[in-house]
């Protein structure tokens, strides 16, 4: 199908009424998550994901990819107004975003955030269409030693580019692996580590492992701790940035959405990185460095760039390969699946209306976010003002129904209730959650491939170094599993952590 | 600190040579057929490699500032979420979940934050009514009736 025919018949699919009112459901959601600190997207798309059971697949992915970039949308407004990031990959925007607000600047602030997501991300949405189709022709010639190669760099890189020890999460990554295989073996069907509970025979089922990791250890972390939120109390005047304002953004959000898109893409790669490294570039390049951190407008408009064109770069490889860069991407993987849609080289030939009516759908939500988030900053101001004590009894209750509602199975909400306890005492002791997830999702897929390859090359090594592909990103991974010993690259990337 | 890290390289190392103990009883295979065993013994051996290593880091690391943990944290608080959240699960079916998502509002409400009684009551009401309509109405997720099964009937 070519580029034009794909085109029509994505605005055929995503101008379906039906779509547009999931569209604007998935975005008003996202946008709210966004604007409450509490509840991050993987937590939120977890929680939302049995709902979208009932939809069509189509539809089902245009609410939740709504979902993910409207919380990109609204993290801002509180990292701005607040000094707390709704959204992880906001924080970076507190920086500035704050001290703009603090100076009688938050309109431009908010503004500016807004328009650098909207144009970051139809950016994004035009790389993807010319991007997956072709990724996807060249992902016709991949075997499994070729993607257990790039499911090990997306597993190394997610430990390098995290914040914390990279021992704690290469622990976290096996144990990721470990529990991946809970349940019957792939090919055998021999039931391992599941203790006789007939219930684990089909494995954990990661809507609630999420839940738990990142809803419920959150809500145990906040309940402990005095929230202060300080709202800056101001009149939000004018939101349309001045020609100075536009003057000094515009290179900012070019590059943001240029390095958002690619940090996307790359397995382990994340919204929060991307963020981190738009902002390292802008003050590193920058002719004022010492305004970063004092109201620069650079500081909110590079990153909120990057973080909205990282989620569409995310997609690419979800697509494409059938590899979830991320956790919110593994959660799109298995809502996909359960839709009977699968991710993957084929996805495009086989499913031309599910591609190009996503690509349409989003090019119409990033229009709605610009519309909803700037008239109606009042309106999400007023609802940062709620008490947490009123907010996280109603995330408990979603996680609650999420967690049921997947196989209607009390089961599944104790095994989210232990993982809240996991998820909090790996945020105590400094594990992240991140490495962990992916690991846990990759893991049974990595199994197959590894398995699969020593079956074709007879038990041998040699096929991951006749392959060039599954070479190549075997020898990157173990660059980046030796870079850490380098003092000046680990004081670079301790520094990058702090 | 230093302590902690070789406290949890330990706990590591004892874990991952039970998951190891596990891949074998599963059987490893041979590399040209690899059986269930396989993949998990070998994440059993890097789990106690890189306990090692992080034992070993624990001798070597700057000494950081001791972290604040526990104390001056209320975390009680969490142990009794996590007991209610505990019975609301093994009551749910019984209760039925109109009945214990209720009375589980109200002791989130009420019962962990200071609340006036008035208000929780009016919340946790509120809360089932439009969750009923909108997940069990609206959407059609099928939750048990419980002691209410009568009126649901």
Redesign the interface.
């Known amino acids: 199908m070519d580029f034009l025919s794909g085109l029509q018949m994505g605005v055929a699919t995503a101008l379906q009424p039906m779509n547009l009112a999931y569209c604007f459901i998935g975005v008003l959601i996202g946008t709210l998550i966004g604007v409450l600190p509490g509840i991050g997207t993987s937590g939120a798309v977890a929680i939302l994901m049995?709902?979208t059971f009932?939809m069509p697949s189509v539809s089902a992915i245009i609410m939740l990819a709504g979902i993910y970039y409207g919380a990109m949308y609204g993290g801002s407004t509180t990292s701005i107004l607040v000094n707390i990031p709704g959204e992880a990959a906001s924080v970076v925007t507190c920086f500035d975003g704050y001290q703009m607000a603090r100076q009688g600047r938050a309109g431009p602030a908010l503004g500016i955030a807004a328009f650098g997501s909207f144009i970051a991300g139809y950016f994004g949405i035009a790389m993807i269409s010319i991007l997956a189709p072709s990724l996807a022709r060249i992902a016709f010639d991949f075997g499994p030693p070729e993607f257990f190669g790039l499911m090990v760099l997306g597993l190394t890189l997610s430990t390098f580019l995290g914040s914390g020890s990279m021992?704690?999460a290469?622990?976290m990554v096996?144990?990721g692996?470990?529990f991946g295989?809970v349940g019957s073996?792939p090919?055998?069907g021999?039931p391992?580590?599941t203790y006789g509970v007939k219930a684990l025979l089909d494995g954990l089922d990661m809507v609630p492992v999420v839940m738990g990791l990142f809803g419920?250890s959150e809500?145990?972390i906040n309940?402990?701790?005095?929230e202060k939120r300080d709202i800056y109390e101001t009149k939000i005047r004018g939101l349309l940035p001045n020609r100075e304002d536009w003057r000094k953004s515009i290179k900012p959000i070019a590059r943001g959405s240029a390095i958002g898109f690619f940090v996307g893409i790359i397995p382990g790669g994340t919204a929060v990185i991307s963020s981190f490294v738009s902002y390292a570039i802008e003050k590193r390049i920058s002719r004022h460095p010492e305004e970063f951190g004092h109201g620069a407008i650079e500081g909110v408009a590079g990153p909120e760039a990057a973080n909205n064109a990282a989620t569409f770069g995310s997609m690419v490889p979800l697509l494409t390969l059938g590899i979830p860069s991320n956790v919110v991407m593994a959660l799109f993987l298995a809502a996909l699946m359960i839709h009977g849609t699968t991710p993957g080289p084929l996805l495009i030939q086989n499913h031309p209306e599910f591609f190009w009516g996503v690509m349409i759908s989003m090019i119409v939500g990033n229009l709605m976010l610009l519309v909803l988030n700037l008239p109606l900053i009042g309106i999400w101001v007023k609802i940062l003002k709620v008490p947490y004590?009123?907010l996280?009894?109603?995330i408990?209750?979603f996680c609650?129904?999420g967690a049921?509602?997947v196989n209607?199975r009390?089961i599944d909400?104790?095994v989210m209730?232990i993982f809240?306890?996991f998820g909090?005492l790996m945020k105590?002791?400094?594990y992240e959650g991140g490495p962990f997830i992916l690991a846990f999702i990759l893991?049974p897929l990595?199994?197959t491939a590894?398995?699969q390859s020593?079956?074709i090359s007879?038990?041998?090594?040699g096929i991951f170094v006749t392959r060039p592909l599954a070479l190549t990103s075997l020898l990157i991974a173990l660059l980046f599993l030796l870079f850490p010993l380098i003092p000046s690259i680990r004081t670079k990337r301790e520094k990058f952590a702090e | 600190m230093r302590k902690?890290d070789r406290i949890?390289s330990l706990i590591?190392g004892l874990f991952g040579l039970y998951?190891a103990f596990?891949g074998v009883q599963?059987k490893l295979g041979?590399?040209?057929?690899?059986?269930?065993?396989?993949?998990?013994f070998w994440?059993?051996i890097?789990?106690m490699i890189?306990?090692a290593?992080?034992f070993l880091?624990s001798f070597s690391a700057v000494q950081e500032e001791k972290?604040i943990?526990w104390k001056g944290?209320?975390?009680s608080?969490?142990i009794k979420?996590?007991l209610a959240?505990?019975l609301?699960?093994a009551v749910?079916?019984w209760l039925g979940f109109i009945l214990s998502?209720f009375f589980?509002?109200l002791f989130?409400?009420k019962g962990?934050?200071?609340?006036r009684w008035g208000i929780a009551l009016l919340?946790s009401a509120v809360?089932i009514i439009i969750?009923y309509l909108v997940?069990s109405v609206f959407?059609?997720?099928?939750?048990p009736p419980g002691l209410l099964r009568p009126i649901f009937a």
């Open positions: 049995p709902a009932t021992i704690k290469l622990l096996a144990l692996i470990v295989c073996d090919i055998s021999t391992r580590l419920i809500v145990l309940l402990e701790q005095q004590k009123i996280f009894p109603l408990i209750l609650l129904i049921y509602s209607l009390v909400v104790a209730l809240g306890i909090y105590k002791y400094e893991g990595l199994e590894l398995r020593l079956i007879q038990g041998g090594l | 902690t949890q590591w998951i596990e599963l041979t590399p040209r057929a690899p059986k269930p065993g396989f993949l998990i994440m059993g890097i789990i890189l306990s290593a992080f880091q972290k943990r944290r209320q975390w608080k969490g979420l996590m959240l505990f609301y699960a749910f079916h998502t589980l509002l989130l409400f962990l934050e200071p609340q919340l809360t969750c997940f959407l059609e997720l099928q939750f």
